[in-house]
Nanobody, 125 residues
């Protein structure tokens, strides 16, 4: 069982940067792939970014590629999402997730076993 706790969400302005964090409160991330998803009101949950346990190539959703960066610290059991050039369209609840998806399913929310409670990011225009 992995309990994930997100932090860092807040109200910012267009063009600002923000860094989200997600920690494993009661253990380690082990060999899980860690991902960020987001969900805006009235919309489906959207893949944002993922990073496999061994590092390597990060995966990004098309809408955030070039603006967001995912990184993980396996010693501190923390995964980060650095968000730059934020836009109002980035407003959503951001969720951290852990799982063991195959590469072809890494963008699918159903591939992840554990989820945090989410942290709200609001970008004002």
């Amino acid at each position: 069982q992995v309990q994930l706790v997100e932090s860092g969400g807040q109200l910012v302005q267009t063009g600002d940067s923000l860094r989200l964090s997600c920690t494993a409160s009661d253990g380690t991330f082990g060999d899980y792939t860690l991902a960020w998803f987001r969900q805006a009101p009235g919309k489906e949950r959207e893949f944002v970014a993922a990073r496999r346990w061994g590092g390597g190539y990060p995966y990004y959703g098309d809408s955030v590629k070039g603006r967001f960066t995912i990184s993980r610290d396996n010693v501190k059991n923390t995964v980060f999402l650095q968000m730059d050039s934020l836009q109002p369209s980035d407003t959503a609840v951001y969720y951290c997730a852990a799982g063991r998806p195959i590469v072809s399913s890494i963008r699918m929310s159903s591939s992840y076993y554990y989820w945090g409670q989410g942290t709200q990011v609001t970008v004002s225009s």
